[in-house]
């Protein structure tokens, strides 16, 4: 696991430290987990899916949660009735708890969660402000008209 020391970059930045921490806790999402498995895809230019494969887990054992920029996504199977005996010969399915973390970057938003053939889909959009997107300034366009007025002398 690679570590990188920030603090010389503190010298010289002001208004950084929110990306600094950010990147200091992405090996704290990931930490090796590989359960359960899932995809990151673009849909289109501005709209994401992150699929993940919950199988075994029923829509009321699953949690999808949006905190300070972070999708939380986690899942606890209802342990199966006492009175019930099972003798399982082999178990290749896992239903282990689980909790996967997602960074969303700024103006991403959560639009849906759907649960089907064992796969939770969860749809992203990322909505920019009118003021954030790119504008053209026009060159040589229309002058600026001064507003006519009288200077009083003093």
Same mark, same amino acid.
């Given at each position: 696991?690679?570590?990188?020391?920030?603090?010389?970059?503190?010298?010289?930045?002001?208004?950084?430290?929110?990306?600094?921490?950010?990147?200091?806790?992405?090996?704290?999402?990931?930490?090796? !987990?590989?359960?359960?498995?899932?995809?990151? &895809? /673009?849909?289109?230019?501005?709209?994401?899916? *992150?699929? $993940?494969?919950? @199988?075994?887990?029923?829509?009321?054992?699953?949690?999808?949660?949006?905190?300070?920029?972070?999708?939380?996504?986690?899942?606890?199977?209802?342990?199966?009735?006492?009175?019930?005996?099972?003798?399982?010969?082999? !178990?290749?399915?896992?239903?282990?708890?689980? &909790? /996967?973390?997602?960074?969303?970057?700024?103006? *991403?938003? $959560?639009?849906? @969660?759907?649960?089907?053939?064992?796969?939770?889909?969860?749809?992203?959009?990322?909505?920019?402000?009118?003021?954030?997107?790119?504008?053209?300034?026009?060159?040589?366009?229309?002058?600026?008209?001064?507003?006519?007025?009288?200077?009083?002398?003093?």
């Amino acid at each position: 696991m690679r570590t990188f020391d920030f603090s010389p970059l503190f010298r010289s930045t002001v208004g950084f430290d929110r990306l600094f921490d950010m990147l200091d806790q992405i090996s704290q999402f990931d930490s090796g !987990q590989s359960y359960p498995p899932y995809n990151i &895809e /673009r849909t289109s230019d501005n709209r994401y899916r *992150v699929t $993940v494969a919950v @199988a075994g887990f029923a829509e009321k054992d699953l949690n999808v949660e949006v905190r300070d920029g972070v999708l939380t996504i986690s899942g606890k199977r209802e342990e199966t009735e006492k009175g019930e005996d099972r003798n399982i010969l082999y !178990q290749g399915i896992a239903g282990r708890a689980f &909790e /996967r973390r997602f960074q969303l970057a700024e103006h *991403v938003e $959560v639009r849906a @969660a759907k649960l089907e053939n064992g796969l939770l889909h969860i749809d992203l959009e990322q909505i920019v402000p009118e003021e954030k997107k790119p504008r053209r300034i026009p060159i040589n366009g229309p002058e600026l008209k001064a507003i006519e007025g009288k200077v009083k002398a003093a």
